[in-house]
């Protein structure tokens, strides 16, 4: 068959490669590139050889991001594409790039990405039609150069197990998505990578077409990247005594807002401060964890985080075990009295 082919031509270019050369799909919004893009760079660095960053899109941001993506740590060369089918990258649009890209005469030993709704898309897609795997949320690596194989390890089970992988030299192009917060984004440098335009591959009547994106628009931090996250949990009762007692603590701590699960179900809190397995990851300085009970799948969010401090009634609550700081109080005793007195 057709895969059965493209693997063995892929083990023939491998075979001639000596050291690995990344492909790694950085995302942008409006852009801005997104940050779990930067640490899927830093990542790709510890492969140890040559990077080459993706950047697609419509052509009103591609230039400035490129721009910007040649100044960062690692990358040798940008590869960049502009199409309209690309100003909303999605699965059917982006993987025929990828395809011409990766074709026999590819360079490429890795591809990367974040672990981000698109790239997990993208990704797998792609991975699927040269007949490799894609492993995905990748916390740590290493590339063994002379053997050709690379290790990751990667969370299961709501993060209650790591399970560590590998992917041996016979699978020629390695795909796989990065979890952000366990790798710094990649940082500005002096040198400047080069860069190349890589035809589009329009699509004609793509089966799926991208019709809006609706960006819940907020004046606080950003979860995702905030450096302190006040949360949530059933006990805030209602969205407006979860505004009410949050928010004033989240502002006086300069933090971003989340929320558990059950939070967001209630309707107390928008769906994209949702924490957790099947929320966002984040691994803060400070994570508060308020009126939470600590349910394996919020921690599966937020227990890679520097100090954890909860509030609960509840002595036996779980989320005690990961705490750092706890305190077994009412939060609507506690919240406002705490929020006094950090604003003296
Ligand atoms: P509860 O478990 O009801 O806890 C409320 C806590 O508040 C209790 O500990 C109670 O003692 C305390 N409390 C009550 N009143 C007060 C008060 N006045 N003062 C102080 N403390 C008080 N959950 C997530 O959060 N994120 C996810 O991504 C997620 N994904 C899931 C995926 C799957 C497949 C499944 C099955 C579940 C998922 N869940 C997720 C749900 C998870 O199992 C829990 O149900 C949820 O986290 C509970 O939210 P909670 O802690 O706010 O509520």
């Not at 990077?51 to 100044?71: F, N, Q, R």
């Not at 194989?149 to 209650?160: K, Q």
């Amino acid at each position: 068959t057709g895969s059965v082919f493209r693997r063995r031509a892929f083990a023939r270019t491998y075979a001639t490669a000596t050291s690995p050369h990344a492909l790694v799909f950085l995302e942008h919004r409006g852009g801005v590139l997104e940050s779990g893009s930067l640490s899927a760079l830093t990542a790709a660095e510890q492969l140890g050889g040559e990077i080459s960053a993706l950047v697609v899109g419509s052509a009103e941001y591609v230039p400035g991001v490129v721009d910007k993506v040649k100044k960062l740590k690692g990358v040798t060369s940008v590869l960049h594409s502009t199409s309209i089918q690309y100003a909303n990258p999605i699965a059917e649009t982006l993987a025929p790039l990828f395809e011409k890209l990766l074709s026999d005469s590819s360079p490429f030993t890795h591809v990367v990405a974040a672990t981000s709704s698109s790239a997990k898309s993208v990704l797998p897609r792609v991975s699927a039609r040269l007949n490799v795997p894609t492993v995905s949320d990748v916390t740590s690596l290493t590339h063994d150069a002379a053997a050709g194989s690379t290790t990751f390890t990667r969370p299961i089970y709501a993060g209650n197990a790591i399970a560590t992988v590998r992917a041996p030299a016979d699978i020629a192009i390695k795909f796989f998505t990065v979890r952000g917060t366990a790798f710094a984004p990649a940082p500005a440098q002096d040198s400047t990578a080069t860069d190349t335009v890589v035809e589009p591959v329009e699509v004609a009547d793509p089966p799926t077409v991208h019709i809006k994106t609706t960006i819940a628009k907020s004046d606080r931090p950003d979860l995702g990247v905030a450096s302190r996250v006040v949360s949530g949990g059933r006990a805030l009762k209602n969205a407006e005594t979860f505004q009410s007692t949050l928010y004033p603590l989240a502002d006086v701590l300069g933090a971003a807002v989340g929320a558990s699960r059950a939070a967001v179900d209630a309707g107390y809190a928008d769906n994209s401060l949702q924490v957790g397995q099947t929320g966002k990851v984040v691994a803060p300085e400070l994570y508060m964890a308020l009126g939470i009970s600590g349910a394996i799948q919020h921690l599966a969010g937020m227990k890679d985080s520097k100090l954890i401090v909860a509030i609960n009634k509840d002595a036996d609550a779980p989320i005690f075990q990961v705490a750092d700081v706890g305190l077994i109080a009412d939060i609507f005793d506690a919240v406002p009295e705490l929020t006094e007195k950090l604003k003296k």
